[in-house]
């Protein structure tokens, strides 16, 4: 558990300093990242962790209701990021324009974040005593995927805020912890009795959702004309086959 929580802490660090190394990355190259991690991810949450929350559940209508409650709950909060977890880099900047969004703040900003961070961290929580019978380092590389644009979004964002390095760097040590106590909380709750089957029947499922919604974004926001191109093609095809190959691995 510690290698994952180094891991993710590590992860979204590097993202966010980027944008101190590479001040102005190509438009086009940062969206075909981000489709080849979108469609990693989308591809994860469907050969893996659907088939493991769905089961041999008695009643898998409700978990699907969860992963729709988790599907909604990302919207909400993208109500106060405007996408910063997918990698959009230029709706917040471009809401404080209007007069009429009152609802971005650097704060609500990080808050709605480590949310969501948390619970990335705590969708990797898998003992094996628990009867769980895949590793969960396809859903890390997943989770790592998304962190990293989200944490060089995040960067962007607090620099052009702020002015002030030293608080924009404030803000994302909190955002790279925010996983990693998500991981250990879980693990907390884990030891209590029922923890397992609330991470089953709920936690797991609402981060489904979230990630099949942030998936499905990034695909169309970077297509919203829906014009076909072969690059964005590739990438998304290239994401997909390495998720099958890392579930393939565990």
Known sequence: MLIYALILFVSALAGGLLVLKIRNIKERT??????FAGSYLFSITIIHLLPEI??????????????????FLQLFLEY????????HLHGLEQEKKHSHSHHFTPLTLLVALCIHALMDGALLVHPSEAGHSHDSDALLAGVVLHKMPAAF????????????????MGMLLIFAVASPVGLYLSEYILTHEG??????DIIYPLVAGSFLHISATIFIENSP?????????????TGALLAVIAELMA
């Open 195 to 200: 923890g397992w089957n609330s991470f089953t």
């Open 30 to 35: 940062f969206k075909l990242l981000l489709v």
């Open 225 to 237: 004309e829906h014009n076909f191109n072969l690059h964005k093609l590739i990438s998304s095809l």
């Open 54 to 71: 769905m089961g041999g559940r008695e009643r898998p209508e409700r978990i699907g209701l969860y992963v729709l409650a988790g599907f």
């Open 80 to 87: 106060f990021t405007s996408g910063v977890e997918h990698g």
């Open 153 to 168: 979004a995040l960067m962007s964002v607090l620099t052009h805020q702020f002015k002030s390095l030293k608080k924009a």
